[in-house]
């Protein structure tokens, strides 16, 4: 029987990228059913205090998000595609960093072309329309794990937990076995945490 496997994302997060990518390679080698859904960053750190860098970066998520959310309410078997294809432009294409309102406009517009979406999915970007859906969408998240949470968010089985937080993407029978090791951890009832500093940042 396929291990059931949740996979909450903020496109713009690179550790949920490299995350991701590793479920793509578990999905290779093990029997998992994966369900990407959106949450968001935006929402998460909405009416916090952040410095102005973080701040502009949390402006241009909304919109990425925004889309993802009417997807996934309305075509909600195209986000991992979308998710795959939108990532890689975003964090193997060379536009990450970016900052304000609107700044992954052309990253959605090209993302929506590549995988043959409606490219009016794009004008929910930069209005409050699907802030509705995008809000339920990440509260999904929350609910399952709590509120001192980044993304990705991953529920393995009947448990969620924030992270598997990785820098690098492990492939193969090593991504089988890093799986196997996530779900017995996720299979005791009274595991909450492993945690330590990190000494680099995703390698995507």
């Known amino acids: 029987?396929?291990?059931?496997?949740?996979?909450?994302?903020?496109?713009?997060?690179p550790f949920a990228w490299?995350?991701?990518?590793?479920?793509?390679?578990?999905e290779k080698v093990r029997d998992i059913e994966v369900e990407f859904i959106p949450m968001?960053?935006?929402?998460?750190?909405?009416?916090?205090?952040?410095?102005?860098?973080?701040?502009?970066?949390?402006?241009?998520?909304?919109?990425?998000?925004?889309?993802?959310?009417?997807?996934?309410?309305e075509q909600p078997d195209k986000v991992d595609e979308l998710y795959t294809t939108m990532g890689t432009?975003?964090?193997?294409?060379?536009?990450?960093?970016?900052?304000?309102?609107?700044?992954?406009?052309?990253?959605i517009a090209e993302a929506l072309r590549r995988t043959g979406l409606d490219a009016a999915l794009a004008d929910v970007a930069n209005t409050e329309d699907a802030d509705g859906q995008?809000?339920?969408?990440?509260?999904?998240?929350?609910?399952?794990?709590?509120?001192?949470?980044?993304?990705p968010v991953v529920k393995l089985g009947d448990t969620a937990f924030?992270?598997?937080?990785?820098?690098?993407?492990?492939e193969g029978e090593e991504a089988g076995e890093i799986?196997?090791?996530?779900?017995?951890?996720?299979?005791?009832?009274?595991?909450?945490e492993l945690k330590r500093t990190r000494t680099e940042m995703p390698h995507v």
């Open 162 to 170: 924030f992270g598997p937080v990785i820098t690098r993407i492990p």
């Open 89 to 107: 432009i975003v964090h193997r294409e060379d536009n990450s960093g970016r900052g304000g309102y609107g700044a992954y406009d052309d990253v």
């Open 40 to 73: 968001s960053l935006a929402v998460l750190n909405d009416g916090r205090e952040l410095d102005a860098t973080y701040t502009e970066k949390m402006k241009a998520a909304w919109g990425p998000a925004r889309v993802f959310a009417k997807v996934a309410t």
């Open 179 to 192: 799986f196997d090791a996530a779900v017995r951890l996720a299979e005791y009832p009274y595991f909450f």
């Open 134 to 151: 995008l809000r339920a969408f990440h509260e999904s998240a929350i609910s399952s794990v709590g509120d001192e949470v980044g993304t």
């Open 18 to 26: 490299v995350t991701s990518r590793w479920i793509k390679e578990v």
């Open 1 to 13: 029987m396929a291990t059931p496997v949740k996979f909450w994302f903020d496109v713009t997060c």
